[in-house]
């Protein structure tokens, strides 16, 4: 295995734990809350609606911070893995932080 084999792999896989342990560790525990939530509104459909917002409200940051963190992955990946002009994959480059800038439209926020 090349040395930019070894980086590139070693980078990959550090953006596959940040993966596991940010973003998706985020959404399945907003998913476990919201589906707690759905079982209390089920058996006591009383349930303060206070309460009921500021669970939506806090799941809603949540998983804005999650989209976040997908995104700086998916820039990471871009940097370290660039795409040719041919469509080929270029040759790995160390991860500089935000080196490539994507852009991102409006439609891909989380909408209130």
């Not at 349930?47 to 806090?58: C, I, P, Q, S």
Request: charged residues 30%; glycine residues 8%; negative net charge.
């Amino acid at each position: 295995m090349s040395d930019n084999d070894a980086r590139l792999r070693a980078e990959l896989l550090e953006i596959g734990h940040h993966l596991h342990d940010g973003p998706i560790q985020a959404v399945v525990s907003v998913v476990l809350e919201l589906d707690g939530l759905r079982h209390r509104v089920d058996r006591d459909p009383s349930v303060d609606a206070t309460e009921v917002a500021r669970a939506l409200g806090t799941s809603k940051r949540v998983l804005q911070d999650a989209l976040d963190d997908l995104r700086d992955a998916v820039r990471r990946i871009g940097s370290v893995v660039p795409v040719r002009s041919d469509g080929e994959l270029g040759a790995p480059t160390p991860y500089a932080g935000a080196a490539s800038e994507v852009a991102w439209s409006e439609a891909s926020e989380v909408a209130p």
